[in-house]
């Protein structure tokens, strides 16, 4: 089975940096997810990381660790449009989803 | 990129009666489709996998009487929640990955059902 954790609130100021952990311990591992989910309406794809390292992708980067069984998403120069659930979800055919990260940024 | 759609977006139905969710894949194949339900402040849980021309492959404690799913073909999934119960009011979202077998998956916009 899965078991997916991370924060459940984090808030932070527009402009500034804010790191979201997500620690997991499944039977197996095919790769690591980050989607963003805005009240009422679908993820949206972030990043996928399946071997160790830091994985960047404009404001947002990923990183794994899966030895530790670890992974943050990092947002830079937070925008109040970022404000929204992060989920950190594992698998590759099927996924496990932890139950989100939300972030509030405010002005 | 690859988008997913869902119909119908919301819906309100009395206890007791049926409701069919459509999810289709609008520019790409998708063997396999996947529902997820989603409760207020809570994460997405997986439902079931749909499979294209076979049968679905429902999670453990997802009753496959009452949640009832057919993937007809390679665009289209579709959800049929029988019986409907305010209980299973609830924001469901089907998601598609490509025949290529890429490994994102790409996710519909989400139907809130409502019953009453």
């Known amino acids: 089975g899965q078991n997916i954790d991370q924060p459940t609130e984090m808030t932070a100021t527009e402009g500034a940096i804010v790191q979201i952990n997500c620690t997991y311990q499944?039977?197996?591992?095919?790769?690591l997810f980050w989607y963003q989910q805005h009240a009422g309406e679908a993820p949206t794809f972030l990043s996928y990381n399946v071997l160790d390292g830091l994985e960047e992708k404009g404001r947002f980067s990923s990183f794994l660790s899966r030895s530790k069984g670890y992974s943050y998403l990092l947002l830079k120069e937070l925008q109040m449009k970022d404000s929204a659930s992060y989920l950190c979800a594992v698998g590759d055919y099927k996924l496990s989803f932890g139950a989100g990260t939300t972030v509030t940024v405010r002005a | 990129g690859a988008v997913v759609s869902q119909h119908p977006s919301w819906v309100i139905c009395k206890s007791g009666t049926s409701v069919k969710i459509e999810c289709r894949s609008l520019d790409f194949q998708a063997t396999t489709m996947f529902w997820y339900r989603q409760f207020p402040k809570q994460s997405l849980m997986l439902m079931a996998t749909?499979?294209?021309?076979?049968?679905?492959?429902?999670e453990q404690g997802v009753e496959k009487d009452k949640f009832l799913i057919n993937h007809a073909s390679l665009t289209l999934s579709t959800l049929t929640v029988t019986s409907a119960h305010p209980e299973d009011s609830s924001f469901y979202i089907c998601?598609?990955?490509?025949?290529?077998?890429?490994?994102?998956?790409?996710f519909g916009p989400g139907t809130r059902l409502t019953v009453t």
């Open positions: 749909s499979n294209e021309g076979s049968k679905a492959t429902y």
């Open positions: 998601s598609a990955r490509e025949t290529s077998g890429a490994y994102e998956q790409y």
């Open positions: 499944t039977s197996g591992f095919n790769g």
